[in-house]
């Protein structure tokens, strides 16, 4: 080894030392005729968060809130999506509902029994986000009722999808400074823009 080269000192980790998070930034706000991707969470820029259908959704309560996010997705054996749970299924009716018909308690409920499953997930494509407007989002969620979006690219083989990407209804709210839930379905972009305007 050449001279010039030399060891850089080392010492033992601390009691205290964690992992390093990014920061959970504030997203810039948005209009309504801006493109639909600056709503989206990308996920070629954020990583996401899963866990088995087998955990206890304690387990996956607990790593939400640890993560900092609201949405785990469900990965099976072969690192396929198995199905998705968000912090609304495990505070929500699903866990009371499933108690009901299969007894038990609680501790004993795992992932799989109250996720959504990917048979039921159904997903924007990235194609059609990359030509929309987030007024274009703001109706898909509030005509499905939905709280998230999935967004998927395809592959070179149309049989194959990779999730690209989600859209929170939160997110959108906090981007755009109201609440989607409270707005009357609009006629047209003017309808909506005025919605918006107007004090909810």
Known sequence: ???????????????NTSLY??????????????????VMTDLKKV?????????????????????????LFVIDSLDRVYGLITATDI????????????GGNHSSILVQDIMTRRD????????????ATVGDIVETLRYGKRQHMLVYENYSDEDR????GIISSTQVER??????????????????????MEPV
């Open 91 to 102: 505070l929500g009716e699903r866990p009371i509902q499933y108690l009901r018909e299969h």
């Open 161 to 164: 999808q990779i999730i690209r």
């Open 21 to 38: 998070k990014p920061l959970h930034m504030v997203p810039n706000s948005v209009q309504l005729n801006e493109v639909a991707t600056t």
């Open 120 to 131: 039921d997930l159904e997903g924007l494509s990235l194609k059609d986000i990359e030509n």
């Open 175 to 196: 981007q755009l400074g109201i609440q989607i839930t409270k707005l009357e379905r609009a006629n047209n972009f003017a309808d909506l823009e005025q919605a918006i």
């Open 47 to 71: 990583a996401p968060f899963s866990i088995e259908p087998l955990a206890s959704i304690e387990e996956a309560n607990e790593k939400m809130i640890s993560c900092g996010v609201r949405l």
């Open 1 to 15: 080894m050449p001279d010039y080269f030399k060891p850089l000192p080392y010492t033992t980790l601390s009691i």
